[in-house]
Every structure is written in structure tokens, then in C-alpha cells.
């Protein structure tokens, strides 16, 4: 069992290096209560965030949109090396029981992972968290702090990492995301 997990390691190592990876099983943290996917539609900008390999540019932003068939569409934006990529993906709710706790998928032949809305006012912060056990020996986190503004105040994201942090959830490799210029065209 050594020998495998000691391979396992080995080989998704690579694959986490731009993550944010702990030893043990996932934390548990509380979401949104009574969370309404409505209120939360529309255009969030990302202040903050653990880092991610699939998000490597400046002026990031996600986009929420609601289907015809009550999943939501997400397209997030990035711009990177002076170019714009888009990536789209969809949101369901996979328990109506807990409506915070979303899946997302970016691609058909992937499995839908965790996006739970730890907290949010709808009109100017929301705290996610996504993570994913592997095998219970360790797991991979991400986390961003979103604003419906490009910029946040320093005391807004002190207590998001805070509330995180009441969590369980290790934010001290959050990284700040370049929104600086983003409006003008490229």
C-alpha cells in the first residue's frame, strides 16, 4: 500500500504544483445558508485566490447565466500574455437539500467538482471553495474571494480570509489577482 500511494504521489505531483495541496481528507466548511442561484447571477471579478494552473493571467472575471434548463452557464475570462481566453462550463445543483453546494464542469468527459458558496451578499463579496480528496491521504484546494467590483478593500479581504480560516481552510497562499488596466481594450 506504501508502494502505491508512494507512486500515486509521484505522479500527481505534477499535476498539483501550481495548487494548493494539505495532507488528510477535505475540510468541511458551512456554506451560504438559504443560498438563491438567482441573487448570485451575473458578473463576478476574482480579488483573490489559491493558486490554480488553469488561471495563470490578469483581469479575471466569471460570468453566471441561467439556462432554459435550470443549469447555470459559467464563462470565465481571462487575459494572459497580452491574449483574451474564455473558458465555458456549466453549474448544477447536485442536492436541492443544499443549493450553496454547486458542481461545475468545464468539459463533457469530466465529472462535475465541488464549487460551494461559503458566503456572500449577492451585491459585492462572495467566498468559494472547491476541494477534492485524493484517496483521503491528501487533497487539493482552491479558493477565490469574488467581488462584483475589480477592487475590494483591504478590510473586506481581511475578514474573507478570516472567514475562511474559521474553516479550516488554509488561505495563507492566497495570491491577489491583477485587475489593474483591465477595462481599456487589449
Known sequence: MKTVSALLVSLLLPL????TFRWGPCPTPMVQPNFEINKYLG?????EKLPAFFEKGKCIEANYALRPDNTVQVVNVQTYK?????????????DPMEPAKLGVSFSYFTPYAPYW???TDYSS?????SCTDVLRLFHVDFAWILSRSRIL???AIYHAKETFSRDNIDVSKMLPTDQEGCD???
Open 117 to 119: 458558496v461559503l458566503s
Open 82 to 94: 497580452g491574449k483574451i481566453s474564455k473558458a465555458e462550463g456549466t453549474a448544477i445543483t447536485q
Open 125 to 129: 463579496i462572495a467566498l468559494v471553495y
Open 153 to 155: 478593500p483591504a478590510e
Open 16 to 19: 498539483v504544483s501550481a495548487q
Open 184 to 186: 481599456s481594450p487589449l
Open 43 to 47: 458578473k463576478w471579478y476574482e480579488i
